[in-house]
């Protein structure tokens, strides 16, 4: 389980697009919008697993297709049917 950064342009006010997607087993199962939050953007993180996100460029029509189809849980830990290593988890 691990976390990809992906980037898009932003857009025409200058608002970031970019989403922190957590990936167990190679497949994409959450999707939080980092807007201007950061590594905050994700609740119940170390900030560490997200510094290290394999960081990705997507078009504009990807990043609105994740947010559309993925959930956004409250909390990571919350994300259904996933293992999430206790090595990740916020103190």
């Known amino acids: 389980m691990y976390f990809q950064h992906l980037?898009?342009?932003n857009d025409?006010?200058?608002?970031?697009?970019r989403l922190f997607v957590l990936v167990d087993e190679g497949r994409r199962v959450a999707v939080?919008?980092?807007?201007h939050y950061g590594v905050d953007?994700?609740?119940?993180v170390r900030r560490e697993a997200l510094y290290k996100a394999e960081r990705?460029?997507?078009?504009p029509s990807l990043y609105y297709?994740?947010?559309?189809?993925?959930p956004s849980p409250e909390w990571v830990h919350e994300v259904f049917g996933c293992n999430y290593p206790r090595e990740l988890q916020e103190l």
Do not use: M, S
């Open 7 to 9: 980037c898009t342009h």
């Open 12 to 17: 025409r006010y200058g608002n970031p697009r």
């Open 32 to 35: 939080w919008d980092e807007k």
């Open 41 to 44: 953007a994700v609740p119940g």
């Open 56 to 59: 990705l460029d997507i078009t």
């Open 65 to 70: 297709e994740l947010k559309r189809n993925l």
